[in-house]
RNA sequence: GCCCAAGUGGCGAAAUGGUAGACGCAGGGGACUCAAAAUCCCCCGCCGCGAGGCGUGUCGGUUCGAGUCCGACCUUGGGCACCA
């Protein structure tokens, strides 16, 4: 062997496993097969760590699969279309095609040294003609099949630009290019009805035992399930037509602590105010002026305008109470109305003292006094409460008990019903943007709204195009627009809303099983190939990209794209958290904070001018603070190795990870090291002892176990830290060199999925036969696994004093004798006979005394 | 504001309710070297000379025993439906 060369050497594997098509997924029935995917990257133009750990993940478990036999599928493919090509095209001109291609092919040449085990032949972009084609194909087939309606719904937007914005572009209420002041508005827009499977949804949750409980749980809140009643109060002083005001509550048993009624600015009856009250009008206006987003609502100030219209309270006509307009009510929650009862809401607690509104407490805490509240009482609902003005059911009880009296105390009154909501809304796909997936409908002046025949698709997106205005390109193309009707032949005008770019990412792992098909899915391949076995993505897409996924399988299923099994596409979910850095800054002469590269820092200061640097804690890598560290940098200095070693090495691959030049300095010390364990074997073959070689075969068969054990749970920072313990025990080893050489080929299995290349290497030099990368994963040996002592601590009153080393099977009644000899424990004893003495076979002794 | 997480030595971390700190980094000491780098060996939670005491964000609780379970709080991060 030669001086570990990366450079070198990870071309040479590259091209050998290339050559070999080791990683082209093939259908093979004979075998059983593995889909493992990493959430497909947007193309930005530059890889960073967190696509490496990403990535690198995906890796060492497809390789893991490889190993064990199974026929694997790893794809790569590219979330293409979205905001950023277009923000590209306004800035620095060109064309959002031209700027997405070109930085798919930076990136993809970009993490090709990586040496991942990718099927290249299956990459696509969602911005290819003939994905998008497939994807407007299944639009049709949605529409067809009754998933897609449209409704009218607001948008953000700016009055000077004249465009829609993004929540993200909405900062402090004003519109992030012109500054000016954003405005709600209504636009017909196109929804798919998510809604229709809100329970199942929810329901199939429970089947999901691989995905985190913590992204089950985010889900099954954002659904949010509620069992409520809804009923009308009957209403004073109301314009024609508005008689009745429904409003739903989930809490019932509070009714008679309401003490006034709200509706949500976007309420049909606010509508009605608003035309003929320009105090209303003025009112209305300023809740619009708040951005769509839920955030933003509940963080603006709680405000509410009287309308003078009153409500009869449903159990006493003679109790009125006033109807507000109130910022706070969303119209796309139960019915947009609802009553306020302070004494057990926080908010309408808040809302009541600021408009001098009665707070009458409905129940009380178990054995308290009937006291005026402070504060708004709102004890968990499972709860036992006393109640003072409930109508329904015990005086004490839960209050889910109440909320389920009330329901059916109401119901037998004839005072509404019982529901169960959902806050879950239908999801709107409708972008006023053009790099996206064209809706395939036309708008014909004698039709109507009609499909697009599937014999066009796909709808292309017109190159000529231009970026020098605010607004949809294809609302001012003069000639895209124009069409002909498919049912009737005259002339119309296409949809010119595109599709969000949650649909593109919704069924790219089931395209991806047959990236080239015809249609969007082939029937065979997605039946061997689904479901995805593990998926592997950042946490912050725990809500919308897979519940929109999980949607979408579902409608995909109905409308025969994928089969029965799939409509749950991802059996295992794994969440990895961010790699972070420390920024550095110095500061200009009025103190702004100027950010350096990493590289450009040296013990502390910078190394062009020495100037000392302000280091401040470690944040997500972002190109404003300058804290990135560019992994080609990395691969080029030391390889991809020790990239992929380091990343996985360090933190569990659930949380945030720090990159720090010490550490990938220490991971490529120790690949070295590791090369150099396999350079003395193979020059300098010894005798050894066969007691030695027992211990190292002790050790190596731990090692195989331990390594198994955590990358089949994804620790892949303890799999590494056996992989250091066996290093150090091979180190100081005193076995022959044929059993030395052999645990040198059994640790480069265990290894090859971390580090391929060096595996491969020390693989072929150890006498490997073939490539490591195909080699059969090793097995442990049970009989080398057990151990006949055992030492176990001994605590007394819970804290460690002693220890004894026992055969494994002693029984406890020897233990117990042995203890109770114990120097220690005799002395602390002092004769007495212990109140208690604890023996855990295997672990722990604890004597209380 | 609401939902979900995380918090352990100087640092990254480990620990089926059972010896807190495996493994690694940094640091200290030593070997080798003319010297340095590289490599190898040893030490390394805090306080204390020591015996010992104290220690897993804070405060309480359950338990023979709590980093781990329960309750409240603090801080940081993710999401909040048009960023992807």
Request: proline fraction near 6%.
């Amino acid at each position: 062997m030669a001086r570990y060369e990366p450079g070198q050497s990870e071309a040479k594997w590259q091209q050998a496993w290339a050559d070999a098509g080791v990683f082209q997924a093939r259908r093979d029935t004979a075998k059983p097969k593995y889909y493992v995917l990493e959430m497909f990257p947007y193309p930005s133009g530059r890889i960073h760590m967190g696509h490496v750990r990403n990535y690198t993940m995906g890796d060492v478990v497809a390789r893991y699969k490889i190993a064990q036999g199974f026929s694997v599928l790893h794809p790569m493919g590219w979330d293409a279309f979205g905001m950023p090509a277009e923000n590209a095209a306004m800035e620095r001109g060109g064309h959002p095609k031209t700027w997405t291609y070109g930085n798919i092919a930076d990136m993809k040449a970009q993490m090709q040294p990586l040496g991942l085990s990718i099927d290249w032949s299956r990459e696509f972009a969602t911005c290819d003609p003939e994905y998008y084609g497939q994807q407007q194909a299944m639009f049709l087939d949605m529409l067809a099949a009754g998933l897609v309606y449209r409704k009218n719904a607001v948008v953000n937007w700016d009055p000077v630009d004249m465009t829609v914005l993004a929540n993200e572009q909405v900062i402090d209420g004003r519109g992030w290019r012109s500054n000016a002041l954003v405005e709600r508005r209504e636009l017909t827009q196109w929804f798919f009805k998510i809604s229709d499977y809100s329970a199942e949804l929810l329901a199939a949750l429970d089947g999901l035992k691989d995905w985190p409980e913590k992204v089950r749980t985010m889900q099954a809140n954002w659904i949010g399930q509620s069992r409520g009643l809804q009923f009308a109060f009957e209403t004073l002083g109301a314009p024609e037509g508005f008689g009745q005001l429904e409003v739903y509550t989930t809490r019932p048993d509070t009714l008679m602590g309401a003490s006034f009624a709200a509706i949500s600015p976007d309420h049909p009856l606010a509508r009605a105010l608003e035309a003929g009250d320009p105090g209303v009008a003025a009112f209305v206006a300023e809740c619009r002026r708040v951005g769509t987003s839920e955030e933003a609502l509940e963080k603006a100030e709680k405000r509410g305008l009287d309308t003078g219209i009153r409500v009869r309270h449903p159990l006493d006509p003679a109790w009125e109470l006033p109807v507000f307009i109130a910022n706070f009510i969303l119209m796309d929650y139960g019915t947009g109305a609802i009553f306020g009862c302070p004494a057990h809401d926080a908010r309408d607690f808040e809302f009541a003292t600021k408009y001098g509104l009665p707070i009458n407490a409905v129940f009380l805490p178990e054995g308290a006094a009937d006291t005026p509240l402070s504060d708004a009482y709102v004890p968990l609902k499972s709860e036992r409460v006393r109640y003072v003005r409930g109508f329904a059911g015990e005086a004490v009880q839960t209050g889910e008990a109440g909320v389920a009296s009330a329901i059916a105390q109401c119901e037998s009154r004839g005072i509404g019903r019982g529901v169960t909501n959902y806050r879950l809304r239908d999801w709107g796909i409708s972008r006023q943007r053009y790099w996206g997936c064209p809706i395939p409908v036309v708008h014909c002046p004698a039709c109507g709204v009609v499909p697009e025949s599937k014999a066009n698709l796909p709808v292309r997106l017109p190159d000529d195009v231009t970026f020098d205005q605010p607004g949809n390109p294809l609302d001012r193309h003069p000639t895209w627009r124009d069409c002909t009707c498919p049912k009737c032949g005259a002339a119309a005008r296409r949809e010119t809303d595109t599709m969000d770019t949650f649909v593109d990412s919704s069924w790219y792992y089931a395209r991806f099983t047959s990236p080239h098909a015809a249609t969007p899915t082939d029937a065979a391949e997605a039946d061997y190939w689904m479901n995805v076995d593990q998926y592997i993505g950042g946490i912050e897409h725990a809500i919308l990209h897979l519940l929109y996924s999980r949607f979408f399988a579902r409608a995909m299923h109905k409308t025969g794209h994928l089969p029965a099994k799939a409509i749950e596409p991802f059996n295992a979910l794994f969440t990895q958290g961010m790699v972070t850095h420390e920024i550095y800054l110095t500061r200009d002469a009025a103190g702004r904070p100027i950010y350096h590269l990493p590289e450009e820092i040296e013990g502390g200061k910078v190394s062009a001018t020495g100037k000392a640097v302000e280091v401040i804690p470690s944040a997500k890598m972002s190109k404003s603070k300058k804290n990135v560290v560019d992994p080609v940098n990395i691969i080029r200095a030391f390889g991809a190795d020790t990239a992929r070693w380091f990343i996985l090495s360090d933190s569990p691959p659930e949380r945030d990870v720090e990159w720090t030049a010490a550490g990938a300095e220490a991971a490529y010390k120790f690949l070295n090291r590791v090369w150099l364990i396999a350079e003395r074997v193979a020059e300098a073959p010894a005798a050894g002892d066969s007691a030695g070689d027992a211990a190292l075969a002790r050790a190596l068969h731990r090692a195989i176990a331990d390594v198994t054990h955590a990358i089949e749970n994804f620790a892949f920072n303890k799999a590494i830290a056996k992989i250091y313990e066996l290093t150090n025990t091979l180190s100081r080893a005193t076995a022959s060199s044929a059993a030395m050489t052999s645990a040198l080929r059994t640790m480069a299995q265990l290894m090859s999925p971390m580090v391929p290349h060096l595996a491969e290497e020390i693989w072929a030099a150890m006498g490997g036969a073939g490539l490591v990368v195909t080699a059969p994963w090793p097995k442990a040996d049970p009989a080398l696994l057990v151990q006949d002592t055992a030492t176990l601590p001994i605590q007394i009153n819970g804290k460690r004093r002693a220890e004894i080393t026992v055969p494994k099977d002693m029984p406890t009644a020897e233990v117990e004798k042995l203890v109770l000899a114990d120097e220690t424990v005799a002395r602390v004893l002092a004769g007495q006979a212990p109140k208690k003495l604890i023996v855990v076979p295997g672990r722990i002794v604890n004597v209380v005394h």
